[in-house]
């Protein structure tokens, strides 16, 4: 599986980002994806996940601010970021659940 996440950038807070990670080397619809992060020090969480049939569970840190999305045709991950606040910086990573070997991540920045 080859995993290839992009979007990131550097924002202020209270802005956007919308990510993208486009999923190669699998049946990309029948499986479940998740958005993770990690920050140096900290282990890899999930933020957000969406499964074959396009269910969503959020982490609590992000609730009301990103959304999760699939095209299947694509075969690409998505993760729209809003309000975003200066916690929400870390590399950002997305993956098959159950998890694959992981791919290139994409550096979100958020300035205060």
């Known amino acids: 599986v080859q995993l290839q996440a992009s979007g990131g950038g550097f924002v202020q807070a209270g802005g956007s980002l919308r990510l993208s990670c486009h999923a190669s080397?699998?049946?990309?619809?029948?499986?479940?994806m998740g958005w993770y992060r990690q920050t140096p020090g900290k282990q890899r969480e999930l933020v957000a996940s969406i499964t074959t049939g396009h269910s969503t569970v959020y982490a609590d840190s992000v609730k009301g601010r990103f959304t999760i999305s699939r095209d299947n045709v694509r075969r690409t991950l998505y993760l729209q970021m809003n309000s975003l606040k200066p916690e929400d910086t870390a590399v950002y990573y997305c993956?098959?659940?159950?998890?694959?070997?992981w791919g290139q991540g994409t550096l979100v920045t958020v300035s205060s």
């Open positions: 080397g699998t049946n990309f619809r029948i499986n479940d």
């Open positions: 993956n098959l659940i159950p998890l694959r070997s």
